[in-house]
T-cell receptor, first 113, second 108 residues
Framework: GAGVSQSPRYKVAKRGQDVALRCDPI?????LFWYQQALGQGPEFLTY????????KSGLPSDRFFAERPEGSVSTLKIQRTQQEDSAVYLC???????????FGEGSRLTVL | AQRVTQPEKLLSVFKGAPVELKCNYS??????LFWYVQYSRQRLQLLLR??SRESIKGFTADLNKGETSFHLKKPFAQEEDSAMYYC??????????FGGGTRVLVKP
């Protein structure tokens, strides 16, 4: 099938819990991006990987956010001690090369109560 | 900081009428600009990019460096054009900066 796959699609967490969001990019895509999309807003950049190297993490809002892509394929976005303001859709996208064409997953909707 | 602005949150037009979605970007060098679209219950996908100068699904977008704009246009809107549209700009490191989005509703 092969589009970008994200899991879980929906996650409800109590404030203070840790969450982990998974992204399976399209096979062979070198670049992987994480975006955060709050309700009624456009996607906001969080972080970018090229293979296993995290080249840009300037968009991570706090040190509670951590992302990894240890083998250059699957990536995990971890949020520690979740807060209500973390409620958003987290989008993963991959790209085969630097063209600006990103292939997005369906997103993981996180709700923090 | 690079900014992309879409001033209209909602555009409502009748089928067959022209539609224009506005996008302005903060000036910096030679921008690489894109329009992405999200149809209902589908994922965000690329609609068109300025560098290819192509028309996709009847949509065109012209880069105006003088006005720092990249407006998206279609002369005759169709009901299937109802969707969320995002203007985006490539910045350093190949990442995209998105505007806030415009919802287009095409009424029959």
């Amino acid at each position: 099938g092969a589009g970008v796959s994200q899991s879980p699609r929906y996650k409800v967490a109590k404030r203070g819990q840790d969450v982990a969001l998974r992204c399976d990019p399209i096979s062979g895509h070198v670049s992987l991006f994480w975006y955060q999309q709050a309700l009624g807003q456009g996607p906001e950049f969080l972080t970018y990987f090229q293979n296993e190297a995290q080249l840009d993490k300037s968009g991570l809002p706090s040190d509670r956010f951590f992302a990894e892509r240890p083998e250059g394929s699957v990536s995990t976005l971890k949020i520690q001690r979740t807060q209500q303001e973390d409620s958003a859709v987290y989008l993963c996208a991959s790209s085969p090369h630097n063209t600006g064409e990103l292939f997005f997953g369906e997103g993981s909707r996180l709700t923090v109560l | 900081a690079q900014r992309v602005t879409q001033p209209e949150k909602l555009l409502s037009v009748f089928k067959g009428a022209p539609v224009e979605l506005k996008c302005n970007y903060s000036y910096s060098g030679s921008p690489e600009l894109f329009w992405y679209v999200q149809y209902s219950r589908q994922r965000l996908q690329l609609l068109l990019r300025h560098i290819s100068r192509e028309s996709i699904k009847g949509f065109t977008a012209d880069l105006n460096k003088g006005e720092t704009s990249f407006h998206l246009k279609k002369p005759f809107a169709q009901e299937e054009d109802s969707a969320m549209y995002y203007c985006a700009r490539a910045t350093a490191g190949n990442k995209l900066t998105f505007g806030g989005g415009t919802r287009v509703l095409v009424k029959p």
